[in-house]
């Protein structure tokens, strides 16, 4: 793979054993559209590990053996792609880049990412936002990027917006991220101007411990997308901007509670096809429906009934990703026998009492948040959530087993 940076837009050459069906970090198989991107509302004078990795979480699912930089990097950011993924990286000369102070988050608008807000009242938000593609028509223009970011700047927080057709290089399966770290891209440009040693994410226990989403459905501490010490959490610290996990180590019932009690509740905005507000239609507007009935003790709220395909994925036997939610969500839901969730019961046995777990902290994802913003997050989790006991931890140390 060689890349080429001009400016902030990025041009991609696949070397003869690339690939253009590749796979990302969680094995799902991305077939690659087009060869360029460009990144708008960043600098174009970022230190070249932070040109790199931004690059790196584009390309890597088409790249095989090598990738080479139109500028040099640090032996660090080489290394790292080496141990990580078995990529010889060059050229290679810079000094490598110093970690920053600040700790900025990756602002969706989303429950998890409001919760990571409501833990970090200070950090800054970077919220990415897709455009068009000049060359790829819009095969997904249900998408309300505008909408998520006219929400995020009501927030009143201090916020950047990045602006990006980078999705677009993605044919199949749809438009979207290449990886899950992409959305990161802009704001790996921005580290520099803003002085970042750290970036926030969203994710949380059942990401970032369960196995996450469809892939894996145990427990994951070496989940090599967000574990500190997996392939991405070193190559990010090699560029002096760490893997921050606010919330990773509580459950979506907790971050659901925590942005509903938030200052930033009038804008969490999960739904990405609605205008007025969430389009109660899709897949993720039922399942965060379920987490928000429990969590206010209510009965379901859906025109959904249990025939419609996006339905399908929850009610069948476990396991399956989510598991974990769906179970939290039987057992508190007044009238859920009489819902669409009805056929869900006959594989589950959840109660509150085998279900409480969820509504507390997993210590070591507190541990595993870097030093300077671990004692922030220590305190808000500690208070306003609560810590596991060694039952509960072992309720999570033991899931899928």
């Known amino acids: 793979m060689r890349v080429t940076w001009s400016g902030t837009e990025l041009t991609f050459r696949l070397d003869p054993e690339d690939e253009i069906t590749g796979r990302a970090a969680d094995d799902h198989p991305v077939k690659l559209a087009t060869n360029s991107c460009s990144i708008g ?30 500028r040099a990097v640090s032996a660090e950011v080489a290394a790292a792609l080496h141990d990580g993924w078995g990529i010889e990286a060059g050229p290679v000369g810079a000094e490598p880049r110093r970690a920053g102070d600040r700790l900025a988050l990756s602002y969706s608008g989303g429950a998890d990412s409001v919760a990571a807000a409501a833990i970090h009242p200070s950090a800054p938000f970077v919220h990415f936002r897709r455009v068009p593609h000049p060359r790829v028509p819009n095969r997904w223009p249900h998408y309300r990027s505008d909408v998520l970011a006219k929400l995020a700047e009501r927030t009143g927080r201090e916020l950047t917006t990045v602006t990006s057709d980078l999705e677009f290089t ?47 459905l145990r427990f994951t501490p070496d989940n090599p997308m967000w574990a500190p010490h997996g392939a991405w959490g070193r190559l990010f610290a090699a560029a002096g901007v760490h893997i921050v996990l606010p919330v990773g180590g509580v459950s979506e019932a907790v971050t659901m509670r925590l942005a509903l009690n938030s200052e930033l509740k009038d804008q969490v905005r999960w739904c990405l096809r609605g205008t007025d507000g969430p389009c109660r239609t899709c897949g993720k507007c039922l399942y965060k429906e379920l987490i928000q009935a429990a969590v206010e003790r209510r009965p379901l709220d859906t025109p959904l009934t249990a025939d419609r395909p996006v339905a399908r994925k929850w009610l069948r036997p476990p396991p399956f990703g989510g598991q974990e939610m769906v179970e939290y969500g039987l057992a508190r839901i007044p009238g859920v026998e009489r819902s669409l969730f009805a056929k869900a019961l006959d594989h589950f046995e959840a109660t509150e009492e085998s279900t409480s777990w969820l509504d507390h902290c997993y210590p070591p994802a507190i541990e595993e948040i870097p030093e300077p913003w671990r004692a922030e997050a220590a305190a808000f989790l500690t208070s306003q959530v609560g810590l596991m006991t060694e039952a509960e931890v072992r309720r999570v140390e033991t899931w899928g087993a």
Do not use: K, Q
């Not at 750290?198 to 970032?208: C, Q, V």
């Open 41 to 70: 509302g960043v600098p174009d004078d970022a230190h070249p590990d932070l040109f790199a990795v931004a690059a790196w979480t584009i390309v890597a699912p088409w790249t095989r053996r090598r990738i080479t930089f139109d």
């Open 170 to 216: 993605l044919a199949e399966p749809r438009p979207g991220y290449p990886e899950h770290h992409a959305v990161a891209a802009g704001a790996l440009l921005l580290a520099d101007r803003m002085n970042l040693g750290g970036l926030g994410f969203g994710y949380e226990l059942g990401s970032r411990w369960l196995g996450g989403d469809r892939y894996l």
